[in-house]
């Protein structure tokens, strides 16, 4: 069992403790846990925080697609429950969403944009929605990168496409950055309730099989290691996604010179 991360009294936050089971927990003011994205190890951690943390304790989880209100429900105190979604990597990106559930008492939210005042983040107020704003966004994003793929570019195309629009991440490479294990469990998640119309790429799917979860494993849309810590382009990607498209019966056409940068948006 891992011992929580706490941090000393700062004005009105007693303790920060992200950790694994609760130990020690009855003087935290916040308690964040950051567990794996399965909503029943979800509600089992908020079990027992809820017997261990005294009275008030504001109890965050860092889901980033979860429904709050079922994990909420866990507790005999509800109202002190919230969403705090830090954005990948968490030391750099300064976004932070707070989720806040119809039945979340007032002080539980005042406290949560407190404490992403004091760790210096941009701290913005979000509903309880499949992906809340940041990913909601996202979604779209990716969908869009990935029908560029399906007409003929390859993600390594798309990615230098993008940076010339002036985005610091790329949607390839923060897939490889977030974890491809992370967009995998939310495909099956919603594999039931999808629209028939929607274009899902299977080729992610396989690199979860190979046990390809991005940076993590040194091996994702892009490898990694000494040589080239920031990614390199994978020619067995490539193959993966010439593979299902030719299964789909779909001849790529080659993207003109100069116009790699063009934007293919969803048709749906």
Same mark, same amino acid.
């Given at each position: 069992?891992?011992?929580?991360?706490?941090?000393?009294?700062?004005? /009105?936050?007693?303790?920060?403790?992200? #950790?694994?089971?609760?130990?020690?927990?009855?003087?935290? /003011?916040?308690?964040?846990?950051?567990?794996?994205?399965?909503?029943?190890?979800?509600?089992?951690?908020?079990?027992?925080?809820?017997?261990?943390?005294?009275?008030?304790?504001?109890? $965050?989880?860092?889901?980033?697609?979860?429904?709050?209100?079922?994990?909420?429900?866990?507790?005999?105190?509800?109202? /002190?429950?919230?969403?705090?979604?830090?954005?990948?990597?968490?030391?750099?990106?300064?976004?932070?969403?707070?989720?806040?559930?119809?039945?979340?008492?007032?002080? +539980?939210?005042?406290?949560?944009?407190?404490?992403?005042?004091?760790?210096?983040?941009?701290?913005?107020?979000?509903?309880?929605?499949?992906?809340?704003?940041?990913?909601?966004?996202?979604?779209?994003?990716?969908?869009? $990168? #990935?029908?560029?793929?399906?007409?003929?570019?390859?993600?390594?195309?798309?990615?230098?496409?993008?940076?010339?629009?002036?985005?610091?991440?790329?949607?390839?490479?923060?897939? /490889?950055? $977030?974890?491809?294990?992370?967009?995998?469990?939310?495909?099956?998640?919603? +594999?039931?309730?999808?629209? =028939?119309?929607?274009?899902?790429?299977?080729?992610?799917?396989?690199?979860?099989?190979?046990?390809?979860?991005?940076?993590?494993?040194?091996?994702?849309?892009?490898?990694?290691? =000494?040589?080239? =810590?920031?990614? +390199? =382009?994978?020619?067995?990607?490539?193959?993966?996604?010439?593979?299902?498209?030719?299964?789909?019966?779909?001849?790529?056409?080659?993207?003109?010179?100069?116009?790699?940068?063009?934007?293919?948006?969803?048709?749906?």
């Amino acid at each position: 069992m891992t011992a929580p991360v706490t941090y000393s009294r700062d004005g /009105d936050i007693t303790a920060i403790c992200i #950790d694994n089971p609760p130990v020690n927990a009855m003087g935290a /003011d916040v308690r964040a846990a950051l567990v794996s994205a399965f909503m029943d190890i979800k509600r089992e951690v908020f079990r027992v925080l809820d017997q261990h943390c005294k009275r008030g304790t504001v109890l $965050a989880t860092n889901t980033s697609y979860l429904d709050i209100p079922q994990i909420e429900a866990a507790t005999s105190h509800p109202a /002190d429950v919230l969403g705090l979604h830090f954005f990948s990597p968490a030391h750099v990106m300064r976004l932070l969403e707070i989720v806040v559930p119809d039945g979340t008492a007032p002080d +539980a939210v005042a406290t949560g944009f407190a404490l992403g005042n004091k760790l210096r983040k941009v701290s913005v107020r979000a509903g309880v929605c499949d992906g809340f704003i940041g990913n909601r966004i996202l979604q779209v994003y990716r969908a869009a $990168a #990935d029908h560029m793929v399906l007409a003929g570019a390859s993600p390594y195309q798309v990615d230098q496409a993008v940076t010339g629009f002036g985005f610091p991440m790329l949607p390839y490479a923060v897939q /490889d950055l $977030a974890g491809l294990d992370i967009g995998y469990m939310t495909r099956q998640r919603k +594999a039931t309730a999808r629209d =028939p119309r929607e274009f899902v790429p299977r080729w992610g799917d396989v690199m979860h099989e190979r046990g390809w979860y991005g940076r993590k494993t040194q091996r994702g849309y892009y490898g990694y290691g =000494p040589d080239h =810590p920031r990614g +390199a =382009p994978s020619a067995e990607v490539e193959a993966i996604i010439a593979a299902e498209l030719a299964e789909r019966g779909v001849t790529p056409a080659a993207l003109p010179t100069g116009r790699s940068s063009r934007v293919i948006w969803p048709p749906w």
